[in-house]
């Protein structure tokens, strides 16, 4: 077994120009740091929607279906300051019933220039039965840029059938200097998932990544929680560069919600990423997005 | 060869043979306390109650921070020892720390795996001044910090003479030795429940330095990012107890 050889980092550029391989969305600075857009350009399975605060990343409501190959870019310009949301979770799929179905993957690109701002807040990723997705993202950050990157996932099975895998792998460098770097996964094909010192089987994770210059390593307080009956665990890690990454990790999404709201106050989290993790942009009581206040 | 020239031929031997020892002694570096790498918490706590959950918690350990540390130590090794000391920059030196400093979130974590690259360092240093050892030193005395264990194993190794897959070895086993011995103390295990558990990490351990010394050469930020967020939340919980055994 070599457990660290299945989520590999894709070299693979996204080519661009040919609109059926990578949704692209390039955004430049207006007057007030507002985005505006320069191009755009949809996928098979992805799209953008800009909007006056950034765009709305959208997809087919079943993708990805096993064998896929998915590529998301998106260019942050100088100053800017912009926002990802989606209105629905992206949900893997095993396309048939198969006992040996192939993999799916993502890969997102995203570089934000500098003394410009992110908040990369979409639905959550989910595995069903079969799938063995994994998403891999590389974010490139200039000098004084902000980041807010929301990574969640879970594993959810139809009743009465195992649960699928979900492999993530993100990596975040601010002026070419590793800032995080870690590959996380659930599910039966993710290696040692149920070991103690990993995940110990839990069935979802949010990550959530935070890098603000303006905000450096000393305001941030280290962090534990769990829920009530110890199933719900969650620290804040203050990062060795200016920030911080939440993980949270339990039985199911909304739980690991409600651990991460208790969290993000007394870690000090600069007021920019409460509201913006706060904001139920949907407007409805029902968004997955919304914390408990 | 003359009769000097034996004898400087032995010094040398007895000098490199007192590195590779300093990296082969199980017991260095550990402090006092010895570090538990997160075992005693988990013990506390009830995530760690048997000989079974203790072999899946080390095998996790060894998986995550073990592959993090082997690959380090062998991309350490075997860049020195290819190019010379002197052709090392400090800017590689320190690339290959924020390598590591990015895949371990915990800063206690990483405040722990710099006292021990200090300790290990300097102990080197005093028994052998090798430049391999002062390229180092001087890379990582700029930002007032000590290197991580496991880069400092990988500089010992270069300066012992041994190869980047023993240095991968030698600091994936520093992960989990202290872990497993730990463990065994804490929930009383005999010799014939341990032992499977020690045969299925030394299996996993020469698979891993294979591994690592194979892709050794490659781009460091390629190297692979598995995380423990058990691990993680142990050792920050542990940091903030009072009446603890080990130190980690």
Known sequence: MVAYMRHEPDSRQPRLGQASKTAYLRVRAGIGGEPIVQNVDSSFANAFQPTPWGAWLTGAATQPVAGDDLHIRFDVGVGCCAEIRSMTPTVANASSPDSDPLPSASTTSVT???????????????????????????????????????????????????????????????????????????????????????????????????????????????????????????????????????????????????????????????????SRLRTVAVAGPGSLRGLPA | MTGFEQSVHFQIQTVTDLLFRLLADARFPSSDPPHSGGIEEACASGWVASAQELGEFVQGRLWTVGVTAAFAAAAVCARTTSSGAAAMPDSLWRSIESEIDARTLSPTARATSRAQ??????????????????????????????????????????????????????????????????????LNLTEEEFQ??????????????????????????????????????????HARKDGRVYAS
């Not at chain 1, 959550?124 to 994994?134: C, K, L, M, N």
């Not at chain 2, 028994?127 to 990988?154: E, F, M």
């Not at chain 2, 781009?219 to 058990?230: D, K, L, R, T």
């Open chain 1, 112 to 274: 934000v220039a500098r003394d410009a701002m992110l908040a990369w807040c979409p639905e959550p990723g989910v595995a069903t039965s079969q799938a063995d997705h994994s998403n891999h993202v590389t974010v490139k950050l200039g000098a004084n840029s902000r980041l807010l990157w929301a990574d969640e996932f879970q594993v959810e099975p139809r009743t009465g059938e195992p649960p699928g895998t979900w492999g993530s792998w993100l990596r975040v460098a601010r002026e070419g200097w590793p800032v995080v770097s870690y590959e996380l996964g659930i599910g039966p094909r993710s290696p040692l998932w149920e070991s103690p010192a990993i995940l110990g089987g839990a069935r979802a994770v949010t990550s959530i990544v935070i890098v603000d210059p303006d905000h450096p390593r000393e305001t941030w307080s280290y962090e534990g929680a769990q829920s009530e009956d110890g199933t719900v665990k969650g620290v804040c890690l203050p990062l060795s560069g200016p920030g911080a990454q939440f993980l949270v990790w339990g039985p199911d999404l909304t739980e690991c919600r409600a651990v991460l709201g208790l969290m993000l106050e007394p870690a000090g989290i600069p007021a920019w990423v409460v």
């Open chain 2, 117 to 186: 690259g200090g300790q290990l360092l300097s102990k080197a240093m005093s028994a052998a001044p090798d430049a391999v050892l002062y390229s180092l030193a001087r890379a990582t005395a700029g930002d007032d910090q000590q290197p991580h264990h496991a880069v400092a194993v990988g500089a010992v190794a270069a300066a012992a003479g041994v190869t980047p897959q023993e240095a991968a070895a030698v600091a994936a086993r520093a992960e989990v030795t202290g872990a497993a011995q730990a463990g065994k103390d804490l």
């Open chain 2, 196 to 237: 499977p558990i020690v045969k299925q990490l030394d299996r996993g351990l020469s698979l891993l330095s294979v591994e690592a010394a194979k892709r050794a050469l490659r781009s460091v930020s390629e190297f692979p990012a598995v995380v423990a967020p058990g691990l993680e939340f142990l050792a920050e919980e």
